[in-house]
């Protein structure tokens, strides 16, 4: 007998408003929908995401990406069996207006309410789009994020390892403004760096040589400030060369960093004896084609399938909330409504908390 789960997922806990739809069959899960409404422009004159003006916006797009989902996966609110929502971690005003809009679905419909990790998403999605199978490790990096993990099964997670102050994507987007170049910061300091001599600029790994899976990206950023004002201070001002210099410089500082540190949080995960072995990736970082090739060749060496989903499905998106929610669903777990939004909920209840809070949300 054929057994179908059908979910629609909400997120709105960043600066993306999104609702998807996913569906499983028999076990195998399939993106019907997914549509996203990015906040970029509305925050871009600010230098970061501003709480206030996020919360706002997810309020104007959330019904509309719903029905949006719904219309694109051609299904009905009839023909969902739960609804699942970020209920953190994340900017809260953003948070609490996806779980309302979640609830009064839920209220009207009596469709199974599910709260879901923003985090756990991200977690899982290797799941939705590459049906690998548990354990496997997690990178997770973005502009708010940065945590090796575990992942031993939806609900068991080891964080064993992650930044102590800034996220990878929160220093390409500083990077990018102290070179004038524009933002998002990832791509353009990705474009810069082509041209560029990485071997230039003598930039520090902080924490490389340390033990464990602990990284830091805060000293780099300094680092960075400090070499474009010595050019700065030689010559008057940057040239195309030096900002692309400066480029090639900071993103193998952080390649090698984040490619050193997967050396050792993989040792951990082995420790593990997994069936198979798989590192995944997510996050807009991990698409840098650099740090990409570093990590792929790093698996190669170590016998490791290297799972890096589609880019869509990497950054904030509905989709991943589907499944994360469907994936408790299926194992016979849900909400009511006195679901709360967090705005911080590490994954690992256990290991000891990060420190920082992420100008793009909160870290866990
Ligand atoms: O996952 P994401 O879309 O949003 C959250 O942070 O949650 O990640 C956005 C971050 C930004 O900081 C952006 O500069 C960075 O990912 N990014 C990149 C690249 N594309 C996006 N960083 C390095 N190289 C890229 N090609
Ligand atoms: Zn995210």
Redesign the pocket.
Known sequence: MTKTLTILGIESS?D?TAAAIVRQTNGVPEVLSSIVHGQNDLHENFGGVVPEIAARAHVEKLDISVKQALTKANVTLADLDGVAVTAGPGLIGGVVSGVMLAKGICAATGLPLIGVNHLAGHALTPRLTDQVTFPYLMLLV????CQFLLVKSHDDYTRIGGTIDD????A??KT?RILGLPQ????N??KAAEAGDPKRFKLPRPLLNQAGCDMSFSGLKTAMIRARDAVIAENGGLTLQDQADLSAGFQTAVADILTEKSRRALQAYFALDPTTRTFAVA???A???Q?RQQLQALCATLDTEFVAPPLAL???NGAMIAYAGLARFDAGDQDDMTLSARPRWPLDQTSAPMLGSGK??AKA
Do not use: L
Not at 167 to 170: H, I, K, L, M, S
């Open positions: 960043c993306d973005s502009g708010g994020h996220a990878p994507g929160e390409f987007d990018a998002p910061g990832g791509p300091v990705q996050g807009g970082v698409a840098n084609s740090i990497c950054t904030d793009k949300g």
